[in-house]
């Protein structure tokens, strides 16, 4: 049996389907978001991988019981030197001498080498992992098309560090993001406008309080460069380039223009 969402269906009906034995779960974000898939899974505590696709990209999400186990991306699982340097546990001069020397190894066996070293704790590999897969969850909140697909048949290697984390915190963070990111959408409907310094006499940008990411936005504002192209570059999520454009409207630093093709 199998369940095909492809519209916005009661919650109530589908955690119901759910709890019937090798029923499969697919649709599309279009008509079912992710935020909603996650309290599915919380709520039948569901055991399985969810792969979600969309533009080319793949994101696997393994659960155990209702709660985050592992995730994969679209070249398979990663490696944990990788998860460890993406949260800055582990200096990105040292990441590629590691994984270059844990490469044949097993996930578990670099994170004994690692504790063995002295250059993390348990406590501090465990912690990272966690803080890397919510990193994926957090992206895949914004992916508003793509197809779905949950099997109870597929279970996460065998040889690779497993966490235990809740979904509740994430569903409402989830939620509250998606309530900002559509506020947010209103005010700047497209990224592949630009952005331009606005003309206000005496004003001197360089004494105004901004932080670390609206001075790397400030630092790439130009007519030319689309806010998506902004984003990539200051390495900002779709919601994180807004958040800072409209601050930046807001204080009457910039206005958004038309791309001036060179």
């Known amino acids: 049996p199998e369940l095909t969402v ?12 759910a709890l019937k034995e090798n029923m499969a779960l697919n649709g599309n974000l279009s008509g079912f978001s ?24 793949t994101a696997k999400l393994f659960f155990r019981d209702g709660k985050f186990v592992s995730a994969s991306l679209q070249n398979g699982h990663v490696p944990l030197v990788k998860m460890l340097a993406g949260v800055k546990l582990i200096p990105a001069s040292l990441a590629a001498q590691l994984a270059e020397r844990y490469k044949n190894i097993s996930e578990k066996e670099a994170g004994i080498f690692l504790m063995n070293s002295g250059l993390l704790s348990q406590t501090q590999i465990f912690s990272g992992i966690e803080a890397y897969l ?29 966490v235990n984390l809740d979904l509740e915190n994430l569903i409402i963070e989830g939620s509250r993001n998606l309530s900002e990111f559509e506020d947010l959408a209103k005010e700047i409907p497209s990224l592949d ?3 331009k310094f606005s003309a206000r006499p005496g004003v001197d940008i360089h004494k105004i309080n901004l932080n670390a990411s609206e001075w790397r936005v400030v630092s790439l504002v130009n007519s030319q460069r689309t806010m998506k192209e902004i984003a990539q570059t200051a390495r900002l999520d779709e919601i994180g ?13 910039v ?7 060179i």
């Open 134 to 162: 919510q990193e994926i969850v957090r992206a895949l909140f914004f992916w508003r098309e793509g197809d779905f697909n949950f099997s109870d048949r597929e279970l996460p290697p065998s040889d690779i560090i497993l």
């Open 6 to 17: 492809y519209c916005h269906t009661s919650i109530i009906f589908l955690y119901l389907c």
């Open 255 to 261: 206005e958004i223009v038309r791309p001036i093709s």
């Open 193 to 195: 406008m630009s952005l």
């Open 241 to 253: 380039i807004r958040r800072i454009v409209y601050n930046l409207l807001q204080a009457g630093l």
């Open 34 to 57: 992710f935020v909603q898939l996650l309290n599915l899974i919380n709520l039948a505590k569901k055991t399985g991988a969810l792969t979600v696709e969309n533009e080319g990209r």
